[in-house]
């Protein structure tokens, strides 16, 4: 099980894509979790049984504390890694890093092209610190993936990011499927097209067995039955798990299903952490898997469940929608049709 807290809205880059529309280093603090109400809510998130626990933001290396709570998930049990767009891990960070617990480092990386990288993440330095973060992070022995969000202008280097994340050292590469959502939900027109999405994940999936290191599609549940059609063992075996094995917590203590997903399950400072995840009215909804056709219906439902933020986002918030960015269903429903 695994819970993402989003530690701050601040954010030292001002990316496209941006689900929290994070930016500024100077943007008001007020309402996030303070360092107690942090630790409350490690402890609060072993006690409802989660293993892994992601700090992200914005971005999380702007967090004073940051190294008290890591030490502090790490004394629990927890598994804590981040996600982070490395340029703030100077050789002092990576050392401190390791020194509290951090267990990995997932590190934002959009292009080979240092240009097209830059001018996406809004910082002409973007690139350079962001290598050299991970040069900081291989020195002092700190695990680290390499995160790369997939648009129609660098779909097209995607395999290549792969074998440049071997080079690099990663112990993984998570390809992301954008949602639009945030600042996002304005470059809509850039996401990639159904059928170029299945494609896409046929040729990661086979990737996947030509390479180290671990490949995970991420927002693109359809990567399970792609895997399966395709007869690739995998050790991943279910894809959207928004609800079921995973959540979000927003930088002021809101829960949510995921990133991309903008329903609250609840607010910290009215319950606690393991009441919402066990009671909340939104998850045991999500846990019926009882989602409309073609989803509701499909022989992958059980590895797929589709993705549970793009129903919501295409069909007037309805999470329980099918997931219209999946060639599979398309050809469900017209085989019905028919």
């Given at each position: 099980m695994i819970v993402s807290w989003m530690?701050?809205?601040?954010?030292?880059?001002?990316?496209?894509?941006?689900?929290?529309?994070?930016?500024?280093?100077?943007a008001s603090i007020e309402e996030?979790?303070?360092?107690?109400?942090?630790?409350?809510?490690?402890?609060?998130?072993?006690?409802?049984?989660f293993k892994i626990m992601i700090f992200s933001g914005g971005e999380p290396l702007l967090?004073?504390?940051?190294?008290?709570?890591?030490?502090h998930a790490a004394s629990k049990g927890l598994r804590p890694v981040f996600g982070t767009n490395g340029m703030l891990i100077t050789p002092e960070v990576a050392r401190r890093l390791k020194e509290a617990g951090a267990a990995a480092m997932g590190i934002s990386l959009d292009s080979l092209d240092e240009c097209k990288h830059n001018e996406f993440r809004g910082d002409q330095d973007a690139y350079r610190l962001t290598l050299e973060g991970m040069k900081h992070c291989r020195e002092v022995g700190l695990?680290?993936?390499?995160?790369?969000?997939?648009m129609d202008w660098n779909q097209g280097e995607l395999l290549d990011v792969i074998d440049f994340a071997v080079k690099q050292g990663a112990q993984?590469?998570?390809?992301?499927?954008l949602?639009?959502?945030?600042?996002?939900?304005?470059?809509a027109e850039t996401s990639i097209k159904v059928l170029e999405n299945e494609e896409l994940i046929e040729s990661i999936m086979q990737k996947s067995t030509e390479v180290p290191i671990g490949i995970k599609p991420t927002c693109a549940p359809q990567f399970v039955r792609i895997a399966r059609q395709l007869g690739i063992e995998m050790r991943y075996t279910r894809g959207c798990l928004a609800g079921l094995t995973y959540c979000i917590i927003s930088p002021n203590g809101i829960v949510r299903p995921c990133a991309y997903m903008?329903?609250?399950?609840?607010?910290?400072?009215?319950?606690?952490?393991?009441?919402?995840?066990?009671?909340?009215?939104?998850f045991k909804t999500l846990r019926t898997q009882a989602y409309d056709t073609p989803c509701g219906t499909c022989d992958y439902k059980d590895g797929c469940g589709g993705c549970r933020a793009r129903a919501a986002f295409y069909h007037d918030g309805n999470f329980m929608a099918a997931d219209d960015y999946c060639a599979h269903g398309k050809k469900l429903l017209q085989e019905t049709a028919n």
């Amino acid at each position: 099980m695994i819970v993402s807290w989003m530690t701050t809205n601040r954010c030292n880059l001002k990316c496209k894509h941006c689900y929290q529309d994070a930016e500024g280093t100077d943007a008001s603090i007020e309402e996030e979790l303070t360092t107690a109400e942090g630790k409350a809510l490690i402890d609060q998130i072993v006690r409802a049984g989660f293993k892994i626990m992601i700090f992200s933001g914005g971005e999380p290396l702007l967090r004073d504390d940051i190294f008290e709570l890591v030490a502090h998930a790490a004394s629990k049990g927890l598994r804590p890694v981040f996600g982070t767009n490395g340029m703030l891990i100077t050789p002092e960070v990576a050392r401190r890093l390791k020194e509290a617990g951090a267990a990995a480092m997932g590190i934002s990386l959009d292009s080979l092209d240092e240009c097209k990288h830059n001018e996406f993440r809004g910082d002409q330095d973007a690139y350079r610190l962001t290598l050299e973060g991970m040069k900081h992070c291989r020195e002092v022995g700190l695990p680290f993936q390499i995160h790369t969000t997939i648009m129609d202008w660098n779909q097209g280097e995607l395999l290549d990011v792969i074998d440049f994340a071997v080079k690099q050292g990663a112990q993984a590469h998570y390809p992301f499927f954008l949602i639009p959502v945030g600042r996002g939900k304005y470059i809509a027109e850039t996401s990639i097209k159904v059928l170029e999405n299945e494609e896409l994940i046929e040729s990661i999936m086979q990737k996947s067995t030509e390479v180290p290191i671990g490949i995970k599609p991420t927002c693109a549940p359809q990567f399970v039955r792609i895997a399966r059609q395709l007869g690739i063992e995998m050790r991943y075996t279910r894809g959207c798990l928004a609800g079921l094995t995973y959540c979000i917590i927003s930088p002021n203590g809101i829960v949510r299903p995921c990133a991309y997903m903008m329903e609250p399950a609840g607010d910290l400072r009215e319950q606690t952490f393991d009441d919402i995840w066990a009671n909340s009215k939104l998850f045991k909804t999500l846990r019926t898997q009882a989602y409309d056709t073609p989803c509701g219906t499909c022989d992958y439902k059980d590895g797929c469940g589709g993705c549970r933020a793009r129903a919501a986002f295409y069909h007037d918030g309805n999470f329980m929608a099918a997931d219209d960015y999946c060639a599979h269903g398309k050809k469900l429903l017209q085989e019905t049709a028919n």
